[in-house]
T-cell receptor, first 113, second 117 residues
């Protein structure tokens, strides 16, 4: 079973459009992390959320963690071709940090110039 | 800025051979993780170390897999008697975990891509 569900699986948008990627868990998210991956490369850390209701922004990317700490969203404003890649959410599903860490299956983003 | 380094980047070997991968974490990080990633999937947790102690192992880590971090710095992941199903990207990550407080984000290497012929 998949501990973290991401939607959509893939997204194709025109440059300049806004988009949202969701990450949902049936368990409490004690730490939620967003990463970006380009094909054949490692993961690049984007943002970390730990408190219910927390919201963080970096440049044109905003991530939120809901109050119940079971869902997170990643929003990109005015998308650019440089935003293309695979976005992954990862989470601690236990209070004991460092125990098994789970990732979603990823969302593949294509931005058409 | 020295990030997480993994060697080799690519490994092609015949079924039944043993392979060993190396990971050099960010120097001040006390935690080191190994993951396996197949095409179209997110990384799957294999194991992690706090300093030199291996604290958690996934069920995915069969007895053909062994990981070490002998001095709490670099780590090796060995796969014995490789099978075609072992073909994947093997990712290493490191982080700093304070004695008290929340874990910090994991920083990843570029991975070792293993192909079994």
């Amino acid at each position: 079973s998949q501990e973290l569900e991401q939607s959509p699986q893939s997204l194709i948008v025109q440059e300049g459009k806004n988009l949202t990627i969701n990450c949902t868990s049936s368990k409490t998210l004690y730490g939620l992390y967003w990463y970006k991956q380009k094909y054949g490369e490692g993961l690049i850390f984007l943002m970390m959320l730990q408190k219910g209701g927390e919201e963080k922004s970096h440049e044109k990317i905003t991530a939120k963690l809901d109050e119940k700490k079971q869902q997170s969203s990643l929003h990109i404003t005015a998308s650019q071709p440089s935003h293309a890649g695979i976005y992954l959410c990862g989470a601690d599903l236990s209070r004991n940090t460092g125990n098994q860490f789970y990732f979603g299956t990823g969302t593949s983003l294509t931005v058409i110039p | 800025d020295t990030g997480v380094s993994q060697n080799p980047r690519h490994k092609i070997t015949k079924r039944g051979q043993n392979v060993t991968f190396r990971c050099d974490p960010i120097s001040e990080h006390n935690r080191l993780y190994w993951y396996r990633q197949t095409l179209g999937q997110g990384p799957e947790f294999l194991t992690y170390f706090q300093n030199e102690a291996q604290l958690e192992k996934s069920r995915l880590l069969s007895d053909r897999f062994s990981a070490e971090r002998p001095k709490g710095s670099f780590s090796t992941l060995e796969i014995q008697r490789t099978e075609q199903g072992d073909s994947a990207m093997y990712l290493c990550a490191s982080s700093f975990s304070p004695f008290r407080g929340h874990n910090q984000p994991q920083h990843f290497g570029d991975g070792t891509r293993l192909s079994i012929l």
